[in-house]
């Protein structure tokens, strides 16, 4: 392999459009196929401001295997939901947004869904999205060339060399989703991280289950 073709790496460009999807459906800031049994996550709160005690995660992304088979499911899963607490909180890379969870789920395994899904008491907007459907837009994303758009895969702007090993096995962490303030399209979903950048979410490459690494650009 060229060193010119290591420098090209697989995305997806998310492209939200306003749309009305549902839990069945893959979509920024919708609601969650979340079955009733299973407790909402919640953030303890430790990482907050300390007047703020612990709140709910807010759903903000849901995509499915169907749609989106780029994405590495752990066996046994067809569903990836990424939660934000929707409060400051301190990254370990130093910078601010908000906390991050990770659910992968099998989305056939779930028959009652949960009949209201809870809301903070408090939260900044800016971390809120809107409501979008996706149309996605699968390209080559050169090292040279990156896209600021809402993406799975592809290469970080990043604004100096930054990498993340596991925090349980030391694996090297890659990025797989990068949640972003500003859509090449110009339909922004009103969130908005550091100034103006993107949320970028690491995976472990061996297990995408350990902890995962945040950076925002």
């Known amino acids: 392999m060229s060193i010119d073709a290591e420098r090209v790496r697989p995305a997806v460009l998310l492209n ?3 749309g009305d999807p549902t839990d069945a459906d893959s979509h920024i800031g919708g609601p969650m196929l979340w079955p009733i049994d299973d407790p909402w996550p919640h953030c303890d709160g430790a990482a907050h401001d300390q007047d703020s005690g612990a709140e709910p ?3 903000a992304l849901q995509l499915y295997r169907r749609d989106y088979p780029e ?3 752990p066996e046994g899963t067809d569903l990836l939901q990424v939660f934000l607490c929707t409060l400051h909180h301190v990254l370990p890379s130093g910078s601010y947004g908000p906390d991050v969870r ?4 099998d989305s056939t395994t779930v028959f009652e ?7 903070p008491s408090e939260q900044e907007e800016l971390y809120v999205p809107t409501v979008n459907a996706l149309e996605p837009i699968r390209f080559g994303e050169h090292e040279d060339k990156v896209s600021g758009g809402t993406k799975i895969g592809g290469w970080t702007a990043w604004s ?3 990498e993340f090993a596991c925090a349980e096995c030391g694996t090297a962490q890659v990025q797989t989703l990068s949640l972003a ?3 090449p399209s110009g339909e ?5 991280f550091g100034d103006a950048g993107n949320l970028n979410v690491f995976t472990c490459e061996k297990d995408v289950r350990h902890p995962i690494a945040v950076y925002v650009d």
């Open 16 to 18: 939200p459009l306003a």
């Open 57 to 59: 995660f807010v759903g």
């Open 71 to 73: 994405l590495p499911f």
């Open 102 to 105: 990770l659910v992968w789920r």
């Open 113 to 119: 869904l949960i009949e209201e899904e809870p809301e």
């Open 160 to 162: 100096g060399p930054v």
């Open 181 to 183: 303030t500003h859509e």
């Open 188 to 192: 922004d979903v009103e969130w908005e």
